[in-house]
């Protein structure tokens, strides 16, 4: 079964600092990877997917990810942090074929300092 | 553009009590998925529907069903609650059939509170 690992329950960061949340997934076949944004008592937004096209995704809020079969990561980056970025972060998996759901990594707290 | 929209939001409920969560998803999109978020964790995935057909179960306990109905709305049916049910429960529905984009597009979150 796909399933996906995230470095680090909590990421701390200065505000303009560069951001790298990191997300690796096992999966024998390439799959569609996804990152979700959580702000507090909120729903799951997306940031960004990979769906086998290019490598390098850009998403929203200025956040990115690459996608790198060789090492089976999709880490999650952004330049400079925004006191907004505050948020949990879940990277995700999806089969191409088969069933349909998401399966989350753990989640990565990210704290954003002054 | 619409969302995928639950209710109620919130819940209190008492323990041994029922509850049930109503999910209406984006029009046109043919599968809904729920997954149950407890305090601290990641979304577990309980079940899905295409076509109003499961097809896909996860960690559903079985004091929990869920169904599809023809105008494409789901529920969630929760028996016999537990203090550990409390938990925040996410509805999504995606396109799967014809042009799909992969992503699951998440509602807000019934919050449930088990007393």
């Known amino acids: 079964a796909q399933s996906v690992t995230q470095l680090g329950s909590h990421v701390s960061v200065s505000e303009g600092a560069l951001v790298l949340l990191r997300c690796n997934y096992s999966?024998?076949?390439?799959?569609?990877l996804f990152w979700y944004v959580q702000y507090p008592n909120q729903g799951l937004q997306l940031l960004l997917k990979?769906?086998?096209?290019?490598?390098l995704v850009k998403g929203i809020n200025g956040f990115e990810a690459e996608f790198k079969k060789s090492e089976t990561s999709f880490h999650l980056t952004k330049p400079s942090a925004h006191m907004s970025d505050a948020a949990e972060y879940f990277c995700?998996?999806?089969?191409?074929?088969?069933?349909?759901?998401?399966?989350f990594g753990q989640g990565t707290r990210l704290t954003i300092n002054p | 553009a619409a969302g995928v929209i639950q209710s109620p939001r919130h819940l209190i409920k008492e323990k041994r009590e029922t509850a049930t969560l109503k999910c209406y998803p984006i029009?046109?999109?043919?599968?809904v998925y729920w997954y149950q978020q407890g305090p601290g964790q990641d979304p577990q995935f309980l079940i899905s529907?295409?076509?109003?057909?499961?097809?896909d179960k996860g960690s559903i306990p079985d004091r929990f069903s869920a169904q599809q109905f023809s105008d494409y709305h789901s529920e969630l049916n929760m028996s016999s609650l537990e203090l550990g049910d409390s938990a925040l429960y996410f509805c999504?529905?995606?396109?799967?059939?014809?042009?799909?984009?992969?992503?699951?597009?998440f509602g807000e979150g019934s919050r449930l509170t088990v007393l």
């Open positions: 999504a529905s995606s396109l799967t059939g014809g042009y799909n984009t992969g992503e699951l597009f």
């Open positions: 999966s024998s076949v390439p799959p569609y």
């Open positions: 990979y769906t086998s096209a290019a490598t």
């Open positions: 995700a998996v999806k089969m191409l074929q088969g069933a349909q759901k998401l399966v």
């Open positions: 029009p046109r999109h043919d599968t």
């Open positions: 529907f295409y076509e109003k057909m499961q097809s």
